[in-house]
């Protein structure tokens, strides 16, 4: 694995000014036909990943900690209805894994999930990425009534890279984006300090962007100095859209110098090696 940094460009939103916070509102009243209404109710819903296969599938992951009850560690299948946009039927498809907040699907139609890493439970198969190949077939068949939900301790939930970077007290959730490859995937590894984290115990892997291969596991750092990524996005062209957290301060710490403030950009990691796709 090419374990070179990559380079990091930033653009910088001039409506954003960074100390300034605002709530927002949803608004669709302007817009002639707009509605906003609930497809589905799933505790604790999280991020979303598409199935690369059907238009109609997709999978959506949960997250307790800011959340009033307990996921249980859930995946959720939803199969969305062709003509109408509604969602026809929608399944707990895995359960019992720790904080699985970050998921995608790979072009081959394997599900990834980066669960949490404030916890090193074997139980919940915590700090790790792991795989479920052929979601889609599983999918439907447990929409379907056909097979049972599956446990984290299922064998075919594969783990890929765990243990990778040290146990985190805080912000220890992970998002995952599989690149157009299909061939490694990016991890966010956040911060359990605010800014910047002091020392570095081994696997402190805080603050970075990381590249994990899916097929040896081998893990490298591409990016460090970001603080909890959450928004990330493969180009076609290989590179990563990301958008990431400054300060817990709305205006930075008291004292400190430009990098502990909220950023208020949008990121592009050049990867442009890796656009192509594997046969």
Known sequence: ???????????????????????????????????????????????????????????????????????????????????????????????????????????????????????????????????????????????????????????RIVGVACAFTRVQSAHAWRSIRVAPSGTHAVVSVGADCNWPCEGSPPHDLQTSLVEIDLTSGAVAVVASGIRNAIGLHFRPSGDLLFSAFGSDNGAGIPGGNVRNAPDCELNVLRMPHRSRRRS
């Open 1 to 155: 694995m090419d374990r070179r940094p990559r380079r990091v460009s930033r653009t910088r939103s001039p409506l954003c000014p960074l100390s300034l916070r605002r709530r927002w509102t949803l608004d669709l009243t302007r817009a002639a036909g707009a509605a906003l209404e609930r497809l589905v109710a799933l505790e604790c819903a999280r991020q979303i990943a598409l199935s690369p296969a059907s238009p109609t599938l997709l999978y959506v992951s949960s997250f307790g900690e800011f959340c009033p009850s307990d996921p249980n560690g859930a995946i959720y299948a939803v199969e969305l209805d062709a003509a109408s946009g509604g969602v026809a039927r929608s399944a707990v498809l895995v359960s019992g894994l720790h904080d699985a907040q970050g998921i995608d699907v790979a072009p081959n139609g394997t599900l990834y999930i980066a669960t949490g890493g404030n916890s090193a439970s074997a139980s919940g198969r915590a700090n790790c990425v792991l795989r479920l190949a052929a979601v889609d077939a599983l999918a439907l068949a447990v929409l379907e009534g056909t097979a049972p939900s599956l446990s984290a301790a299922d064998a």
